[in-house]
């Protein structure tokens, strides 16, 4: 008997776009309710298990490899599948959110990849969740462009062979687009609304143009979840008539669960894998979310006191080299966020440094390649890792095989020698705030102080706030992280923006809102799993 057919996927709450029925057409909508269908209860019994596994770490405040899976780690024989020639070159990467500026920008910006964010750097409005795929559609057509309003430039694509590659990023598993339902009124799963619009779409285009449909897949927190992107993939290519293996996924290993797993991940995707990538913020986060019970041994310094060096990150890092090349992965460096300043060139200099010696370092190691969050750093991480690589397309043959990482290494967050401050706890509130506040406008990626911030920022930000309330840490200067030290401190940001933008402008933005938003979810006893998941609810369109 066949399967049933698939439930019609309705749209809710949502005003027309122009040009949506190119993206949202009766085969696309099929396409998504179908693996809306065989997919999301599945996803739902993995979000359950997250839960479980979260007791379990606040019951023992510990992490190890699984005993389940260490054949895998054992079997010396398997690698994942060889990179497609488009993947095969990864040095530098360019990340930033689908608007048509930035697609063209960042396909023209001279980066090997531009990862295209349905993710973090993306609020998903459902304009910026439908616009977004009409806008990569375009790309591939080569029928995009753009003129900007205030200055009057034009953008356009450049030649063919001069394109970076694009690994679009799909939302997390944990996140619902509410604005596409099935027959009994469940939303579908945004990861599945991304990445089956996208597939369906492109798949084939991106075949004709001598690549394919790859991806970074976020928020991953075990083996499992891995497994079911992987049938996910294999499920699309033959509904579609796509060659089994087209589909290359890396995956960030942005969450702490995940960083015990790195090889059972690889494992899962093999055929459909192409490498691993360090994200730092949502690591930190995921550390504070699992271990919020731990008490003062788990307590994190100001965020922009964890570089990559702290001993409890080497380990992290070092530990995804060595398990990328050993299984034939690419390895992907972390994020240089900062944006240069039109105005003054002694905050370039000296942030540009930093940016040369972060992707020294990373270059270094042994990764193959690593993230920048703006086209004028692409030049700086190219030199670091033109310098080691030269003409190799990636540096896989060093295995690393000096590197020891045992499972306390990755959770040793008291081998850092640095303490929460009270210039930590104001830095938390001002970008939380006004990340949030831009966030609720339908703006994923955001300018504070000379960097690029998304949503990973923003959970950081709120989590630290958190922690150090909950831990009772007391400051240098004398005070004490209690609610009402952070309310307060919020209230004054709150006034500092006002006079910042004059009543005006203050008032035409969603500041109060972003306020009280940050300190329900910093505040609150019950440490909601994930920001978006509250601010959602509260955002238009």
């Not at 949502?14 to 179908?34: G, I, K, N, S, W």
């Not at 927190?221 to 579609?240: G, I, P, T």
Request: aromatic share 8%; charged share 30%; with cysteine.
């Amino acid at each position: 008997m066949s399967a049933p057919a698939p439930s019609p996927l309705a749209i809710v709450d949502a005003e027309p776009l122009p040009r949506q029925e190119e993206v949202l057409t009766d085969a696309a909508l099929a396409f998504v309710a179908e693996l809306h269908r065989r997919f999301t209860p599945r996803r739902d019994e993995l979000l359950a298990r997250r839960a479980e596994r979260r007791a379990e770490i606040a019951r023992t405040c510990t992490l190890d490899f699984l005993p389940e899976t260490a054949a895998i780690r054992a079997d010396e024989s398997w690698r994942v599948a060889p990179a497609p020639a488009a993947l095969n070159d990864r040095r530098v990467e360019i990340t930033g959110p689908t608007d048509r500026k930035m697609t063209i920008n960042a396909l023209n910006s001279g980066a090997k990849v531009w990862l295209a964010d349905f993710e973090d750097a993306s609020a998903p409005t459902w304009e910026n969740v439908v616009t977004g795929q009409l806008n990569l559609i375009d790309a591939y057509a080569r029928r995009i462009d753009f003129t900007d309003e205030r200055s009057g430039k034009s953008y356009a694509l450049r030649a063919e062979n001069e394109l970076a590659t694009v690994v679009m990023r799909p939302r997390g598993w944990h996140l619902d687009e509410r604005h596409l339902a099935d027959a009994d009124g469940r939303p579908v799963p945004g990861a599945l609304v991304d990445f089956g619009l996208y597939f369906f779409h492109n798949a084939q285009r991106l075949i004709d143009l001598g690549k394919g449909p790859y991806f970074y897949l976020p928020k991953t927190e075990s083996h499992l979840e891995a497994r079911l992107w992987n049938d996910v993939f294999v499920f699309a290519q033959e509904q579609l008539g796509v060659p089994q293996g087209t589909v290359r996924a890396t995956v960030l290993i942005e969450t702490i669960t995940a960083a015990y797993e790195m090889e059972e991940i690889l494992y899962e995707l093999r055929d459909h894998a192409s490498g691993l990538n360090a994200g730092r913020w949502d690591y930190l986060f995921s550390i504070v979310k699992n271990f919020r019970d731990g008490g003062e041994k788990f307590v994190l310094p100001d965020r922009n006191a964890v570089t990559m060096t702290a001993p409890f990150m080497r380990a992290y890092t070092e530990l995804l080299v060595r398990t990328c090349h050993k299984r034939g992965a690419h390895a992907i460096g972390g994020m240089a966020a900062f944006i240069p300043s039109r105005k003054d060139p002694e905050v370039n200099r000296v942030a540009f440094e930093k940016v040369r010696a972060d992707k020294d370092r990373e270059a270094d190691d042994g990764f193959d390649g690593s993230w920048v969050a703006h086209p004028d750093l692409v030049p700086i991480a190219m030199e670091s890792f033109d310098r080691v690589l030269g003409d190799r397309p990636h540096q896989k043959d060093r295995l690393r095989e000096d590197v020891r990482v045992e499972a306390a290494d990755l959770i040793a967050v008291d081998s850092l020698d640095a303490k929460p401050t009270y210039a930590g706890l104001v830095n938390a509130v001002q970008v939380g705030i006004r990340y949030i506040e831009a966030w609720l406008r339908g703006l994923g990626a955001v300018a504070i102080f000379n960097l690029m911030e998304d949503a990973a920022t923003a959970e950081i930000s709120r989590s630290q706030i958190w922690q150090w309330i909950n831990a009772g840490v007391q400051f240098e200067n004398g005070e004490k992280a209690t609610p009402e030290l952070a309310r307060k401190v919020a209230a004054e940001e709150l006034e500092n923006i006002r006079a910042e933008l004059g009543a005006e402008a203050f008032a035409a933005g969603h500041w109060q809102q972003a306020h009280d938003l940050l300190l329900q979810v910093a505040l609150d006893e019950d440490y909601a799993d994930f920001l978006t998941l509250p601010a959602y609810e509260q955002l238009k369109g």
